[in-house]
């Protein structure tokens, strides 16, 4: 039958991955960085996911498609929800959650050549942080893209002193799944204020909706700020 159903440019798409978690039945998928519709069954063609496409590489069309199948939606959600809750928790050493002691280094005594890390605590992945851990209650939090580290030479100076630091990559990673493990960590601690850094490309920019999303569904009422940092390692924003 012909119907309404999405169509996407991959030489537009510049794989920031927005359109993925706009879509709330899942027909988009990021497949060799470039957004693809996964079935035809999945997409309602109500384009949700124009908007939030910066390039501008969805269109709505109409053609021969599959009908859109609610319960196909349903049973993939489902299987989804059941992966997550089957994803085995890392009990390494390395990941056991702790807080950083760090004493204040004179400048003047301190090897000129390295500068003392800030990072107050461990672990710093997303995926990692149990949401219930102490250090989480009445704390400072950054959430902070992973390559903000390597492209901005103060990061830890400015950003992760005296802050609980949270890093992920919306590219790369879940940004639904970010959503709702920062809802959990907002919700069960008491959260003084939370500051955002992120790259200035656009797969980072579902950091920022990771969080404000979050905020105002856990109902997170702080101080809040955001940072893009450019490629060059300058702050653009």
Same mark, same amino acid.
């Given at each position: 039958?012909?119907? +309404?159903?999405?169509?996407?440019? +991959?030489?537009?798409? /510049? $794989?920031?991955?927005?359109?993925?978690?706009?879509?709330?039945? $899942?027909?988009?998928?990021?497949?060799?960085?470039? @957004?693809?519709?996964?079935? &035809?069954?999945?997409?309602?063609?109500?384009?949700?996911?124009?908007?939030?496409?910066?390039? $501008?590489?969805?269109?709505?069309?109409?053609?021969?498609?599959? *009908?859109?199948?609610?319960?196909?939606?349903?049973?993939?959600?489902?299987?989804?929800?059941?992966?997550?809750?089957?994803?085995?928790?890392?009990?390494?050493?390395?990941?056991?959650?702790?807080?950083?002691?760090?004493?204040?280094?004179?400048?003047?005594?301190? &090897?000129?050549?390295?500068?003392?890390?800030?990072?107050?605590?461990?672990?710093?992945?997303?995926?990692?942080?149990?949401?219930?851990? &102490?250090?989480?209650?009445?704390? &400072?939090?950054?959430?902070?893209?992973?390559?903000?580290?390597? @492209?901005?030479?103060?990061?830890?100076?400015?950003?992760?002193?005296?802050?609980?630091?949270?890093?992920?990559?919306?590219?790369?990673?879940? /940004?639904?799944?970010?959503?709702?493990?920062?809802?959990?960590?907002?919700?069960? /601690?008491?959260?003084?204020?939370?500051?955002?850094?992120?790259?200035?490309?656009?797969?980072?920019? $579902?950091?920022?909706? @990771?969080?404000?999303? @979050?905020?105002?569904? *856990?109902?997170?009422?702080? *101080?809040? +700020?955001?940072?893009?940092?450019?490629? /060059?390692?300058?702050?653009?924003?």
């Amino acid at each position: 039958m012909k119907r +309404k159903i999405i169509k996407i440019d +991959k030489e537009l798409c /510049n $794989g920031c991955g927005l359109c993925v978690e706009a879509c709330h039945e $899942g027909a988009i998928q990021m497949v060799d960085s470039k @957004a693809q519709l996964v079935s &035809d069954q999945y997409c309602d063609g109500l384009g949700n996911c124009l908007p939030a496409c910066p390039a $501008g590489a969805i269109e709505i069309i109409e053609r021969e498609a599959d *009908s859109y199948n609610q319960k196909a939606v349903e049973e993939k959600h489902k299987s989804e929800q059941k992966k997550k809750r089957e994803m085995p928790v890392c009990a390494c050493a390395e990941v056991v959650p702790q807080k950083i002691a760090r004493e204040e280094v004179n400048n003047i005594q301190s &090897d000129i050549h390295q500068q003392p890390a800030k990072l107050q605590n461990w672990p710093v992945q997303l995926k990692l942080i149990n949401p219930g851990v &102490d250090y989480l209650n009445n704390a &400072d939090i950054l959430v902070m893209a992973d390559c903000v580290a390597y @492209a901005y030479g103060n990061a830890h100076q400015e950003f992760i002193k005296d802050r609980i630091t949270i890093i992920g990559c919306p590219k790369l990673d879940d /940004n639904e799944y970010y959503t709702e493990k920062l809802i959990e960590i907002f919700q069960r /601690n008491n959260i003084k204020s939370i500051t955002v850094v992120r790259m200035e490309v656009p797969c980072c920019g $579902g950091l920022f909706q @990771a969080v404000k999303t @979050a905020m105002l569904k *856990s109902e997170t009422i702080v *101080s809040y +700020k955001e940072v893009v940092i450019g490629i /060059n390692g300058e702050v653009k924003q």
